[in-house]
């Protein structure tokens, strides 16, 4: 079973060094996989990696 981003929300604060936009609010498919978020913040923080769990790629947006 896949974990989804139905209808949760997540919240980021900071900017990662000025690797992350702020002040968005950004909405996704429901079928987008939480482990999208996880494998984008880990590659902002520059831990190597191209998947993280059943991740589909990163949220570009963020």
Do not use: C, W
């Amino acid at each position: 079973k896949r974990d989804l981003i139905r209808s949760e929300l997540a919240a980021l604060f900071g900017r990662a060094g000025g690797t992350v936009k702020g002040g968005q609010h950004l909405a996704y498919a429901q079928d987008t996989p939480h482990a999208n978020l996880l494998l984008t913040m880990m590659q902002r923080a520059g831990i190597p990696g191209e998947t993280f769990g059943d991740s589909t790629g990163i949220l570009a947006e963020v």
